[in-house]
């Protein structure tokens, strides 16, 4: 009745897995094991929608290398001191294409921060990531999260 | 081990790229496109939870053919004065159900809206929604909208 | 391109199926239905993160039969004096694993309250299940909410 789309049902619940255990990783507070879901080369970006619509290259973090990433939870965990929270992601809505060997994802993401007990809507936006198998993975090549509300920028610690 | 489903795998993914693409057309700003996601006969309406349940015909907005979905879109956009916004929805937990040639559809949807640089809770509910193959595309033939928290009429700019 | 995961299309599509049952029942207050949805022996508790992380036993609610499940919402229907409220449930980002005969789940969840009109973020947390097959049915054996946000006791009256 439909057509198949092109995308295959594996290909299609790999992607979703990869979602499943960023966002996991994450919110369990494991962020040691963050940057393994990158590629060793890779972009991570996170930035105001204004800045993405105009394409203006600035960005509140930008990294370019697994290693930077690497560099990024150490600072988190070892030099920022910050009163602890957690956080809670929801990844919806995935827009999938495929782009030669590697995937172009968008997703809608809103992730709700928890500080002495109390949530709160942190940051809502969405991503533009591009993923493709790194040996026989499927990793992030790219994950850029575009935000919809202001981030206040001392106050973004963890990555989204 | 589970028993295959009778609704086909290439089936459901294209119902979710339907919200993917419905939600990514909305939150993405370009509202041209919304109304070529429904049927040329179409149904869009978005009411309280209170009317639906008691089956009670007051809708907030109540269109009946993708005509007046254009209408509506040229109205936000050129008639209508209002503080800019942007919306992010999260739709999730679909229960789908075959109906003949159609699928019917339900889904809790969050949509959050983002004024002055401050994300809210704009609008909570659940859509019920009939699906069908237009052509060769899969499209909305209806779409109903219903909500859990009150909304200001006139605060309704862009559809839900 | 992407080796095939060993949970089989079909048994990720019923376990979503049963989420999206599970949020439907709750969400559209079908509260005698939601038992159902559980094993006759089975487990459901309901406790904060910091309990969970340190394994401390203590929960805010622990039920340990289908039975107790059906005296809470006796309980709720006929004994509990409070304000009416609605929840509106969004569960994502599924993280499934095959254990024996049975599915290890763990979700993000996010429930929406609306209240006289209003909704709030009410409770965000994890979901840690553990699913299998009860005569034709997918069913929960085990069901743990684990919440990230403070939940004030009296006020849980329905299910998470």
Do not use: Q
Not at 92 to 106: F, H, P, Q, T
């Amino acid at each position: 009745m439909i057509a198949a789309p092109r995308l295959g049902v594996e290909e299609r619940f790999a992607i979703e897995d990869l979602y499943a255990a960023y966002v996991d990783v994450l919110d369990g507070g494991r962020y040691d094991e963050w940057p393994h879901l990158f590629f060793e080369d890779c972009v991570y970006r996170i930035l105001p929608r204004e800045n993405w619509e105009r394409r203006l290259p600035l960005a509140t973090l930008s990294f370019e290398s697994r290693g930077m990433l690497v560099d990024r939870v150490y600072a988190v965990r070892e030099t920022l001191f910050h009163e602890p929270y957690t956080m809670r992601h929801t990844v919806s809505n995935y827009k999938i294409a495929l782009d030669g060997d590697a995937y172009r994802v968008e997703a809608n993401y809103v992730v709700l921060r928890t500080k002495r007990g109390i949530s709160e809507l942190y940051s809502v936006g969405r991503y533009y990531d591009v993923l493709a198998i790194d040996g026989d993975e499927l990793r992030f090549r790219e994950k850029v999260a575009v935000f919809d509300n202001e981030l206040i920028p001392n106050s973004l610690i963890y990555p989204l």
